[in-house]
T-cell receptor, first 116, second 111 residues
Framework: DTEVTQTPKHLVMGMTNKKSLKCEQH?????MYWYKQKAKKPPELMFV???????INESVPSRFSPECPNSSLLNLHLHALQPEDSALYLC???????????????FGPGTRLTVL | EDKVVQSPLSLVVHEGDTVTLNCSYE??????LLWYKQEKKAPTFLFML??SGIEKKSGRLSSILDKKELFSILNITATQTGDSAVYLC???????????WGLGTSLAVNP
């Protein structure tokens, strides 16, 4: 099973709303990632978790708040977003070897977020 | 600054054609190069290349890495309409395993 699942598939929210994106994998991967992807652009890394600890935060605004409750789940809490935050949000996971995430990342189908 | 350049940016071919997609890179600490296919949603992993001159193959797709000349190619033979997608190249450098992405090649295969 090489599947990463994400919910919801689509989300429309206002600038004052609070919502959460969810990601789940059962491949035993101990590194998980959040990416943001705008149209016709490659994925842009936001956060990396390794063994449920935040290891990389790519200077993401605090209105995005990640959470890794256990080794299979990754959440992204959203609050007070701006219209320019509308994008496809991708979750990915990879194995970890000797404490370092392995190179190959497997992606979920993404959540298409629209901020009004 | 590390960077990845893909060419062409877009390509239109007919079914049955063979295509070659290019990915060149400039990196300070190369670890691996990855190819992904992205249709409507998630990038789907195709290949990871770490050694020069060794071809990776999966069905009609194949890829090879040249670490001396700093490029990789992705070949697709006997293209089908289902091959229509954006093909992304990314490399992995350093210990934090952050992927550096190219802009992708948008391939359209017409019947």
């Amino acid at each position: 099973d090489t599947e990463v699942t994400q919910t919801p598939k689509h989300l429309v929210m206002g600038m004052t709303n609070k919502k959460s994106l969810k990601c789940e994998q059962h491949m035993g991967h101990r590194a998980m990632y959040w990416y943001k992807q705008k149209a016709k652009k490659p994925p842009e890394l936001m956060f990396v978790y390794s063994y449920e600890k935040l290891s990389i935060n790519e200077s993401v605004p605090s209105r995005f708040s990640p959470e890794c409750p256990n080794s299979s789940l990754l959440n992204l809490h959203l609050h007070a977003l701006q219209p320019e935050d509308s994008a496809l949000y991708l979750c990915a996971s990879s194995q970890v070897s000797a404490g370092i995430p392995r190179d190959t990342q497997y992606f979920g189908p993404g959540t298409r977020l629209t901020v009004l | 600054e590390d960077k990845v350049v893909q060419s062409p940016l877009s390509l239109v071919v007919h079914e049955g054609d063979t295509v070659t997609l290019n990915c060149s890179y400039e990196v300070t600490n190369f670890r691996s190069l990855l190819w992904y296919k992205q249709e409507k949603k998630a990038p789907t992993f195709l290949f990871m290349l770490t050694s020069s001159g060794i071809e990776k193959k999966s069905g009609r797709l194949s890829s090879i890495l040249d670490k001396k000349e700093l490029f990789s190619i992705l070949n697709i033979t006997a293209t089908q309409t289902g091959d229509s997608a954006v093909y992304l190249c990314a490399f992995n450098a350093g210990n934090n395993r952050k992927l550096i992405w190219g802009l992708g090649t948008s391939l359209a295969v017409n019947p």
